[in-house]
């Protein structure tokens, strides 16, 4: 009996398009970096680019979708592989955090920046939301789990010592705002 498998079509271009334009938007700025830079860089033709994204609206949605993916992979994989309750699995988050802001190419936050960039009516937008959301839905479980008596409101209070941090962390890196965020949420999760 013959097996088939399905047919994996390979888009080097479009993979090309994504990484650079990734790299680019977080990099420089989501205004400030033109879709013939992209193109260029990418070793693309702008008509190909536009095969696969309509706007650079779109584009940018792509790229904030993959940085939220991304990120939520990483916090996922990091949150099941530590063997902690969910309180100190809340702390864990600003821990990584922390260790995003020490690296070379911390640039803010992604989403915060591209936001700043939006309108409510860009797919980057309602990707923002999304992730918002998910920010929002883990915090809540997690609190939840970690017996706060209000989880939809402590989470609300985590999510904004997050941005807080991230936001402070850009502007003011030489200031410990992860770790200081970090022991207002160990507060916040205490007054259970």
């Given at each position: 009996?013959?097996?088939?498998?399905?047919?994996?079509?390979?888009?080097p271009?479009?993979?090309?398009?994504?990484?650079?334009?990734?790299?680019?938007?977080?990099?420089?700025?989501?205004?400030?970096?033109?879709?013939?830079?992209?193109?260029?860089?990418?070793?693309?033709?702008?008509?190909?680019?536009?095969?696969?994204?309509?706007?650079?609206?779109?584009?940018?949605?792509?790229?904030?979708?993959?940085?939220?993916?991304a990120?939520?992979?990483?916090?996922?994989?990091?949150?099941?592989?530590?063997?902690?309750?969910?309180?100190?699995?809340?702390?864990m988050?600003?821990?990584?955090?922390?260790?995003?802001?020490?690296?070379?190419?911390?640039?803010?936050?992604?989403f915060?920046?591209?936001?700043?960039?939006?309108?409510?009516?860009?797919?980057?937008?309602?990707?923002?939301?999304?992730?918002?959301?998910?920010?929002r839905?883990?915090?809540?479980?997690?609190?939840?789990?970690?017996?706060?008596?209000?989880?939809?409101?402590?989470?609300?209070?985590?999510?904004?010592?997050?941005?807080?941090?991230?936001?402070?962390?850009?502007?003011?890196?030489?200031?410990?705002?992860?770790?200081?965020?970090?022991?207002?949420?160990?507060?916040?999760?205490?007054?259970?």
């Amino acid at each position: 009996m013959a097996t088939t498998t399905p047919r994996t079509r390979k888009r080097p271009a479009l993979d090309r398009v994504v990484q650079t334009a990734d790299r680019l938007f977080y990099a420089d700025g989501i205004h400030a970096t033109g879709v013939d830079t992209i193109a260029d860089a990418a070793n693309v033709s702008k008509a190909t680019m536009y095969t696969y994204f309509r706007t650079k609206d779109d584009l940018v949605g792509a790229y904030v979708e993959g940085r939220s993916l991304a990120w939520r992979d990483h916090l996922m994989t990091q949150l099941a592989a530590a063997d902690v309750d969910a309180a100190e699995q809340i702390l864990m988050v600003f821990d990584l955090l922390g260790t995003w802001f020490a690296t070379d190419d911390f640039n803010g936050c992604p989403f915060i920046n591209a936001e700043a960039e939006s309108t409510t009516d860009s797919p980057a937008h309602v990707v923002n939301v999304e992730h918002r959301t998910w920010i929002r839905a883990l915090f809540t479980d997690l609190a939840a789990r970690a017996g706060t008596a209000d989880p939809a409101a402590t989470a609300i209070r985590l999510a904004m010592l997050y941005d807080g941090a991230m936001v402070g962390a850009h502007t003011e890196p030489q200031l410990p705002w992860a770790a200081e965020a970090r022991d207002a949420a160990a507060v916040l999760i205490a007054q259970r």
